[in-house]
């Protein structure tokens, strides 16, 4: 049961470009979601987050927008750079479940110089 | 660096066998989590550990332990180790166990090898 899914595997972009990185969750308890990148042989790494009363946050070139009704979620990389590829995991999480992390299978982006 | 930390970073074992894997969370963190990722199923949530009790139980097999001593670093158990068990196991920490800014830090990993 795939709670959350990312369904583009791969998405390649062009230097300086916008790279756009899309999520759905089915589970309408989820109050909290997270994207997290990672690089080969490494832990995931803490990008940015936005809580479920939000429909947008921004951190430098990043920015998360959610979309409740659709249960629907994006993360935005502007301008998308070389070091930016990597495997990008959205999360979900829930306080009625701990707050465990609920992931999807993750988007290798590659950012072309 | 996430401020977590993980040994070893390799374990290469065999079926049967029993291992014990540690984290230490950042400073400060109470909240330990544990996470498995193999190659068919993704990053998988397996235990939760709160300030010594466990909070939260993932799939997580039965021949699978876990830990959270009083200094907060916690270990993951795994016995009777199968061939299906090699994998990548992530330890995370966090500030609180039901707090709303639920940003988890995650630890470099151990790869495990059964062989």
């Known amino acids: 049961d795939q709670q959350v899914k990312q369904n583009s595997p791969s998405l390649s972009v062009q230097e300086g470009r916008i790279s756009i990185l899309n999520c759905d969750y089915t589970?309408?308890?989820?109050?909290?979601f997270l994207w997290y990148k990672k690089y080969p042989a490494e832990g995931p790494t803490f990008l940015i987050s936005?809580?479920?009363?939000?429909d947008k946050n921004e951190d430098g070139r990043f920015t998360v927008f959610l979309n409740k009704s659709a249960k629907h979620l994006s993360l935005h990389i502007v301008p998308s750079q070389p070091g930016d590829s990597a495997v990008y995991f959205c999360?979900?999480?829930?306080?009625?479940?701990?707050?465990?992390?609920?992931f999807g299978a993750g988007t290798i982006l590659r950012v072309k110089s | 660096d996430s401020g977590v930390t993980q040994t070893p970073k390799h374990l290469i074992t065999a079926t049967g066998q029993r291992v014990t894997l540690r984290c230490s969370p950042r400073?400060?963190?109470?909240?330990v989590y544990w996470y498995q990722q193999s190659l068919d199923q993704g990053l998988q949530f397996l235990i939760q550990?709160?300030?010594?009790?466990?909070?939260a139980k993932g799939n997580i097999l039965e021949r699978f332990s876990a830990q959270q001593f009083p200094d907060l670093h916690s270990e993951l158990n795994l016995s009777s180790l199968e061939l299906g068990d090699s994998a990548l196991y992530f330890c995370?920490?966090?500030?609180?166990?039901?707090?709303?800014?639920?940003?988890?830090?995650f630890g470099p990993g151990t790869r495990l090898t059964v062989l």
């Open positions: 995370a920490s966090s500030v609180g166990s039901s707090s709303k800014y639920n940003e988890q830090f």
């Open positions: 589970n309408s308890m989820f109050d909290y």
């Open positions: 936005i809580s479920s009363i939000k």
């Open positions: 999360a979900a999480s829930a306080r009625e479940y701990g707050n465990k992390l609920v």
């Open positions: 400073s400060g963190d109470l909240s």
């Open positions: 550990y709160y300030n010594g009790e466990e909070r």
